[in-house]
C-alpha cells in the first residue's frame, strides 16, 4: 500500500493570500501546503480522501491514470470543493464511485446539482455513483475492508478511515474510546495538528501528541497543518522520534 499526501494544509492553505508571516514567505517547500487530501494505492486501485479545492493540480503533480473513488471526511469547503475536477476520470471510466455520511450527500447534492442531477444533465458535467457510509459498518473497497471512525469536529460529526494498518483522521477534536479502540493496533496513523493554541475543533499539538501515545501507532503523521505551528523544519525537530509533520507529496509505503 502506498500512501501520498496531497495536501496537508489547513483550510487558507499555505501560503496564505496576501499573508506576510515568515512561514508564509518560506523557501522550505514543505512549509508550502495545499488543501488537505490523501491518496491511497494498493494492489491497481486508488482511492482519494477528500477532494478540495486543490484537487486538479494535486493530480497534475501526483498522475494517476484512473480513481477508483472518493470517501469524504465532511462537507466542508476545504474538503469538498473540488468535487467538479473528477470530470477527466469521468470522461474515461464513467460514474466515480464516492462515499460519504448521509449528511454529506444531501450537502453534495444542493451544492452540485448538475453532478448530481438524474434528468437533463448537461453533457459536459461529471457523474458519481453514492456510496452512504454508516458508522460501524465497514467498506469493501477493491477487496480491502475500510472501517469509518467517527470523531467530532467541534460539534460536527466527521469520518476517518482505516485501510488495514493506516488509519486516516483529520478535522477532529475529540473522538470516543470506543472509535480508538478501531484505530489501535495500525501501524501508520495521520491526524490533524493545527497549531500550538487550543482550537475550538481541531486538535492542536499538544492535543494531536497526546492521542499519537493514547492510540501507540507504530508512526504518527500530523496533517491540516496552520501557518501558525511554525517551520516545518523546526518544528519536526521538537516531536518524538516516531512522530513526524507530513508534508505535501511525502510518500510513505506500508
Given at each position: 500500500m502506498t500512501i501520498t499526501f496531497l495536501g496537508t494544509g489547513t483550510s487558507q492553505g499555505i501560503p496564505i493570500i496576501g499573508s506576510n508571516h515568515q512561514v508564509c514567505l518560506s523557501n522550505d517547500p514543505r512549509d508550502k501546503r495545499l488543501r488537505v487530501s490523501v491518496l491511497v494505492s494498493y494492489n491497481g486501485f486508488n482511492y482519494v480522501v477528500d477532494c478540495g479545492p486543490d484537487f486538479r493540480q494535486q493530480m497534475l503533480t501526483n498522475p494517476i491514470e484512473k480513481l477508483d473513488g472518493i470517501l469524504f471526511t465532511h462537507e466542508h469547503a476545504d474538503h469538498t470543493a473540488g468535487i467538479d475536477d473528477i470530470r477527466p476520470f469521468f470522461f474515461r471510466q464513467g460514474d466515480i464511485p464516492i462515499y460519504a455520511h448521509s449528511r454529506v450527500i444531501t450537502s453534495l447534492t444542493r451544492r452540485f446539482d448538475y453532478i448530481f442531477a438524474d434528468e437533463n444533465r448537461y453533457p459536459g458535467a461529471p457523474a458519481v455513483r453514492v456510496n452512504e457510509v454508516v458508522n460501524n459498518q465497514s467498506i469493501q473497497l477493491g477487496g480491502l475492508k475500510v472501517v469509518p471512525i467517527e470523531a467530532y469536529h467541534?460539534?460536527?460529526?466527521?469520518?476517518?478511515?482505516?485501510?488495514?494498518?493506516f488509519v486516516y483522521l483529520t478535522d477532529v477534536?475529540?473522538?470516543?474510546?470506543?472509535?480508538?479502540?478501531?484505530?489501535?493496533?495500525?501501524?501508520v496513523l495521520v491526524v490533524n495538528a493545527l497549531r500550538e493554541e487550543p482550537h475550538h475543533s481541531h486538535f492542536n499539538l499538544e492535543e494531536a501528541l497526546s492521542f499519537s501515545k493514547l492510540v501507540g501507532a507504530e508512526r504518527t503523521y500530523f496533517t491540516h497543518i496552520s501557518h501558525l505551528?511554525?517551520?516545518?523544519?523546526?518544528?519536526?525537530?521538537?516531536?518524538?522520534?516516531?512522530?513526524?509533520?507530513?508534508?505535501?507529496n511525502l510518500q510513505l509505503k506500508i
Open positions: 467541534n460539534r460536527l460529526q466527521v469520518f476517518g478511515y482505516r485501510f488495514k494498518d477534536k475529540h473522538v470516543d474510546d470506543h472509535e480508538i479502540e478501531k484505530i489501535k493496533g495500525a501501524k505551528l511554525g517551520f516545518h523544519e523546526a518544528v519536526e525537530k521538537k516531536l518524538p522520534k516516531n512522530v513526524f509533520l507530513a508534508y505535501d
